[in-house]
């Protein structure tokens, strides 16, 4: 929806407040992550994306950046949980626009703090070496259960 954003923007006069860059390789990411104020993320309010967490949401945790969120479900449970940011249902853009002011009108050091909670909670939930010493731990129960 680029040409659509594009149009928006263009419309209501804020070329100034954004950037297209179009899409860029993934090892590049998190240096424009952080560059970012806040990062943001949405999907489409169906039912399965209430049982997924996108890797975007790890990535934006792990960044340490706040985060504004349209959806629902575990990735919105997520959000508030850790105290990462702001999130509120998919596809209410009236509520979306306010969660953008709120965060805007935020002191930065509001901000920061909002983004060491998601640091934290990245490295408490979902680091590699974490992730890999539970799965050891479970192939080990259920191994020792067999026997």
Known sequence: MRKWAEGKVAERNLKGNFLFLGRRPVE???????????????????????????????????????????????????????????????????????????????????????GLNGRKYFEENFCRERIVNESDLLLRGIKGAEA
């Open 28 to 114: 590049m990411m998190p240096r424009y992550y952080s560059l970012a104020d806040t990062l943001l993320v949405t999907l489409k309010n169906e039912e399965i994306f209430k049982f997924t967490i996108p890797s975007k949401v790890q990535s934006y945790l792990a960044c340490a950046k706040p985060i504004i969120a349209s959806l629902s479900g575990e990735s919105g449970k997520i959000i508030k949980e850790s105290k990462a940011g702001y999130s509120c249902s998919p596809e209410d853009p009236p509520a979306l626009a306010e969660l953008v002011l709120k965060m805007y009108h935020m002191d930065k050091r509001q901000r920061e703090i909002m």
